[in-house]
């Protein structure tokens, strides 16, 4: 997945906004349904999506019935736009593909892998340029640690807005490079995962709380509450289990692989 940009004038966010930042629901009606009604209480004027909305074990439909529910700006994620590629398979894919509606794989298919959703902000799943790159975090013999500023400035090169909301990590971070803030509000359904790309590794956020940000923007000024909020595993682990994949049920009751 590329994206590519030329312009020359850095833009920051103007006027004042409070922004509440979802990445990588996968699924997780149960978590979503809380992380909405907590936003709700913040009453923001604007929800974002990174992506990764459907994919996982658990809840496709009742996810999309909650996302179509509200008023919600969605970019693709990797997994996303895997639902989409019909050659890829596996027993947790086909489950998923069984479960949404043509209407959900409709919407998936319009949604754009970056957008610049208000002025001065950028928004992708992973890095600017790819689906499947973290970019606050990089794979060193299989530990995740956080990225040099000289690589991620060369990640966010072309990127000409000064805020940038990324996902694909499920962890929560917020890192500073000069002219640029990096904000990932960590994942709302799945706070732990191992993967093999690019190399074999591990992430775990030790807590099994469904993540999400709330940004607050005034005149170029930025705040950032990091939210982790609580919610009844049981449900979202009994349908993993369900679902023949116990891996999933360890990360959901214990945020741990």
Same mark, same amino acid.
């Given at each position: 997945?590329h994206?590519? &940009?030329?312009?020359?004038?850095?833009t920051k966010?103007?006027? @004042?906004?409070k922004?509440?930042?979802?990445s990588?629901?996968h699924?997780?009606s149960?978590? /979503?349904?809380k992380? =909405?009604?907590?936003?709700h209480?913040r009453?923001p004027?604007?929800i /974002?999506?990174?992506?990764?909305?459907y994919?996982?074990? =658990?809840?496709p439909?009742?996810?999309?019935d909650?996302i @179509? #529910?509200?008023d919600?700006? #969605?970019? $693709?994620g990797?997994?996303?736009?895997?639902?989409?590629?019909?050659?890829?398979?596996?027993?947790?894919?086909?489950?998923?593909?069984k479960?949404? $509606?043509?209407?959900?794989?409709?919407?998936?298919a $319009?949604?754009?892998?970056?957008?610049?959703?208000?002025?001065?902000?950028f928004?992708?799943?992973? #890095?600017p340029?790819?689906?499947?790159?973290?970019?606050?975090?990089q794979? $060193?013999?299989?530990?995740?640690?956080?990225?040099s500023q000289?690589e991620l400035?060369?990640?966010v090169?072309?990127?000409?807005?000064?805020?940038?909301f %990324?996902?694909?990590?499920h962890?929560?971070?917020?890192?500073?490079?000069?002219? @640029?803030v990096?904000?990932?509000?960590?994942?709302v359904?799945?706070?732990?995962?191992?993967?093999?790309?690019?190399v074999?590794?591990?992430?775990?956020?030790? %807590?099994?709380?469904?993540?999400? #940000?709330l940004?607050?923007l005034?005149?170029?000024?930025?705040?950032?509450?990091q939210?982790?909020?609580?919610?009844?595993?049981? &449900?979202?682990? %009994?349908?993993?289990?369900?679902n023949?994949?116990?891996?999933w049920? @360890?990360?959901?009751?214990?945020?741990?692989v």
């Open positions: 997945m994206w590519s &940009k030329k312009a020359t004038v850095k966010p103007k006027g @004042k906004i922004i509440a930042l979802l990588d629901i699924g997780n149960w978590a /979503l349904e992380v =909405l009604d907590d936003i209480k009453q004027c604007m /974002l999506n990174l992506g990764d909305t994919y996982g074990p =658990l809840d439909k009742g996810t999309h909650l @179509k #529910s509200i919600i700006i #969605s970019i $693709s990797n997994e996303d736009r895997l639902i989409l590629e019909k050659d890829h398979t596996g027993t947790t894919m086909d489950y998923v593909r479960e949404i $509606s043509d209407v959900a794989l409709d919407w998936l $319009s949604l754009q892998d970056t957008i610049v959703p208000v002025p001065g902000i928004i992708c799943h992973g #890095s340029s790819s689906d499947i790159t973290y970019l606050t975090e794979i $060193s013999d299989g530990h995740v640690t956080s990225r000289d400035q060369h990640l090169q072309g990127v000409n807005e000064m805020i940038i %990324c996902g694909h990590s962890i929560q971070r917020v890192v500073q490079i000069p002219g @640029k990096i904000v990932n509000p960590g994942s359904g799945c706070p732990a995962f191992e993967d093999e790309f690019p074999y590794h591990r992430i775990e956020n030790f %807590c099994n709380f469904a993540r999400y #940000s940004v607050d005034n005149e170029g000024k930025i705040s950032i509450d939210v982790a909020v609580p919610y009844d595993t049981d &449900k979202a682990v %009994c349908c993993a289990l369900k023949n994949r116990p891996d049920a @360890k990360w959901l009751k214990t945020g741990r």
